[in-house]
């Protein structure tokens, strides 16, 4: 913004965020505290205090958790994929990935709002913190989608160790590498849009086809998808909805993979 805020009578607030991303508290051009809110674990207001007088000159707070926006007529949060309702906790439509947001369609991040965040109203991520102050996105990552946890991130695109991972141009001796002009960031965007999206084709990699397999633990599923001409085949446990590993692959479907859903 150019110019002199004060000869333009143009007014400055400042979002102040928790953890989560949260919109707490809004604050002025000297730092002054002008509105607070409290609200309870699924994200419903339960309090609010002004600090000044003057309440009509304050802008309107819609935002509430990452990626939710508060609808006046309804009290319900608009979040991107579908409707939530912050009075029951719960979304009020099936998720539309189906089991693979979580058991519970409805359920937001599996109980959890806590420690995890939903901006797109299909999955629970977690909620690994925020850029220091000054750092800027380029305009270019904003349309990125991130659901990797930093251990998978390393994994697919730098590797473990000389033999293990890396798939990254030039990438570790003998693995299958993304092409060269893909950044890092697309890799990860590629891999998070095929995790989420809802025509996705799952096979059944361990167990067959549950989130869990007989014997309790997160099964596996992977899928075969190609994204900008490129194959990509990526492992996923849906019971925490993990990426474990991405990668090109041009190899056929193994037959004896069950088609999850069929």
Known sequence: MHGNAQQDNIKLYWYQNDHLGTPIALTGSLGDTLYECQYNAYGQIINETYHQDDIDS??????RFQGQYYDEETGLHYNLN???DPFTGRYITQDPLG???GLNSYQYVNGDPIN?????????????????????????????????????????LYGDGPTSGG?????NPGKTTFPKDWSADKIVH????????????WYAQTGTGSIYTKSGKPARWVAYEIRDEVRIRVIYQPANGRVITAFPDNAPTPKNYKKVGK
């Open 58 to 63: 304050l802008p309107d707070n819609p935002l």
């Open 82 to 84: 579908r409707y939530y």
């Open 99 to 101: 089991i693979l947001g």
């Open 116 to 156: 995890w965040i939903d901006p797109l109203g299909l999955i629970k991520i977690e909620n690994n913190g925020f850029e220091g102050v000054g750092s800027k996105i380029s305009p270019e990552n904003e349309k990125y989608v991130d659901i990797l946890s930093p251990e998978a991130k390393q994994h697919i």
């Open 167 to 171: 798939h990254m141009y030039p990438g």
């Open 190 to 201: 590629e891999i998070g849009d095929i995790a989420t999206a809802p025509n996705t084709q």
